[in-house]
């Protein structure tokens, strides 16, 4: 019986084939794009999706600057867990899907300037991202984060992966500040969120740093009367 496996499965299964025979150990680098382009004869896109696959998975860490690294084991037990809205979705039993209204690259705004700490001359990812539990809006995910430490952030589907999930993949969170607090929220944001008129938002507002980098500025909007903030972090 004949299989159907895609390109940039091929290149994944030989990445961890290589971890599992131990070509390459925890802690030690695997083929970076180009090299996956010669040994697999395929494109450098197609090597790229591999990598960010295995990178999101936990399989793999990106190191700036030196590539991509076979994660260690317990790597993730020592650090400051965030998780994602579509874990916390998905753990309580219903179903998550998410619209895109905004991912781009712009430069520095009045907001990536006073929350990142950026220059008037960087650029900065801004994404704009409505998480849905089963068909009710849920969050509004507005997010900006610093594309001198993240470069391919604006390049992510984030159908697939949310921005909390792929960017603890890349660059792991060290430490986070969270601001909580009832809003009544613009006309858009009320709108996309399906409130009603006398109902508060919760909004949580949260920087997240890596390797005392300052990563992500993020606000995130809930609707007053369907979500509940409940927060668990591990550290070793």
């Known amino acids: 019986m004949k299989t159907n496996i895609t390109r940039y499965d091929q290149v994944k299964n030989y990445v961890l084939e290589g971890i599992g025979n131990g070509s390459w150990t925890a802690g030690e680098r695997v083929p970076s794009e180009n090299e996956l382009v010669d040994f697999c004869k395929v494109s450098r896109m197609t090597a790229r999706r591999a990598l960010q696959e295995l990178l999101v998975a936990g399989t793999l860490i990106r190191i700036k600057g030196k590539g991509s690294f076979v994660a260690e084991e317990k790597q993730q037990s020592s650090l400051l867990q965030i998780r994602s809205i579509a874990a916390e979705i998905k753990e309580q039993g219903f179903e998550h899907h998410a619209e895109m209204l905004q991912c781009s690259k712009e430069p520095a705004s009045p907001t990536s300037i006073n929350k990142l700490g950026l220059n008037k001359n960087d650029f900065c990812g801004h994404t704009r991202i409505l998480h849905f539990q089963d ?16 470069p391919e952030y604006t390049e992510q589907d984030f159908k697939l992966t949310t921005p909390s999930e792929y960017l603890t993949s890349v660059a792991p969170v060290t430490e986070a500040e969270h601001g909580v607090e009832a809003v009544i929220g613009d006309v858009d944001v009320r709108q996309l969120l399906d409130v009603e008129d006398n109902e508060a938002l919760l909004l949580l507002e949260r920087k997240t740093w890596c390797n005392s980098k300052l990563v992500s500025y993020a606000r995130l909007y809930h609707p007053g009367n369907r979500y509940r ?6 550290t070793n």
């Open 135 to 150: 068909s009710k809006p849920i969050q509004l995910e507005e997010r900006w984060v610093d594309l001198l430490l993240i």
């Open 229 to 234: 903030l409940g927060t668990k972090f591990k």
